[in-house]
């Protein structure tokens, strides 16, 4: 079973009390329209489990995102990414990046799309199948005082390179942000998305838990995360889920604390699956 979701392989559907009643005060500074972002990577392991059978792995990645201001409303942020995964001695990996444009008024909300490309490989030949992947959709940020509301959707495809068959992909996201101080952040994310070809098609349910902390007056932060991807193929009895625990370290530039780089900062991303995602 995991020879064939990992050989099969890959590609991505790329592919948490409530608001204070008080305004959130940012420092004036850096309230200022600047460039700031953050880079972090992340070590932990992943348990894979259907019917009667399960299989462990490791896995490891890491980001960067770096928000661009072109004025005092309009932004541009770029992100890259990489994530790797080994089980079985067998490792498949993803890298790429996105761009966001984006109108923010960090009181307020925020407003815009996104664009994603990503490429895919690993053992047993996916080097070779030339895989890659692109979604492009809007995105929209609420903020209510030390609550931030985060919303996607999204349409793409997965080609191989030099092939005209390509897998439809679509999804959509919902992420809660809440700080319960400003340098400790929990994240809740709620996500669906469909992969589909000739009728058949894969659905990812996703959910997943984060804390963030953010050592006061460094740039340093510490995160866990757990991530639940629940894949059912239309062609298939059963359904495989996908476990992923990580722990991580994150290093940001432009910004004092975890709430002001929410509000001025790079404060967009994109859904990442546990692992590529099967082809059926």
């Not at 792995?57 to 201001?69: D, K, L, Q, S």
């Not at 625990?245 to 004092?256: E, H, K, N, Q, T």
Request: charged share 15%.
């Amino acid at each position: 079973m995991y020879r064939f979701l990992l050989g099969a392989a890959l590609a991505a559907t790329a592919t948490s009390a409530f608001a204070a009643d008080a305004p959130v005060v940012l420092d004036q500074e850096l309230a200022q329209p600047h460039i700031s972002g953050y880079g972090e990577l992340y070590l932990g392991g992943l348990y894979f489990s259907v019917p009667g059978d399960h299989e462990t792995g490791t896995a490891a990645g890491g980001a960067a995102r770096v928000n661009f201001p072109i004025d005092a409303r309009w932004n541009i942020q770029t992100d890259a990414v990489v994530d790797s995964l080994w089980v079985q001695g067998t490792n498949i990996y993803s890298y790429g990046g996105a761009v966001h444009g984006y109108w923010r008024d960090p009181s307020s909300y925020a407003l815009g799309g996104f664009a994603t490309l990503n490429g895919y490989g690993g053992d047993e030949g996916l080097s070779d199948a030339n895989l890659y992947s692109f979604t492009v959709g809007p995105e929209a940020q609420a903020y209510f005082g030390n609550v931030t509301l985060y919303g996607q959707v999204y349409y793409g495809q997965l080609r191989a390179s030099g092939e005209s068959e390509h897998f439809d992909n679509w999804g959509g996201r919902g992420v809660v942000r809440f700080f319960a101080q400003d340098n400790l952040r929990f994240d809740g994310e709620l996500g669906y998305s469909r992969l589909s070809a000739g009728g058949g098609h894969l659905d990812t349910l996703t959910g997943a838990l984060q804390a963030t902390y953010r050592f006061s007056g460094t740039p340093w932060s510490v995160f866990g995360r757990y991530q639940w991807d629940h894949l059912t193929i239309s062609e298939a009895s059963g359904s495989v889920n996908v476990h992923k625990y990580v722990v991580g370290l994150r290093a940001s530039f432009g910004s004092d604390t975890l709430l002001s780089e929410d509000r001025n900062g790079a404060t967009m991303d994109t859904y990442r699956p546990n692992f590529g995602v099967p082809i059926f």
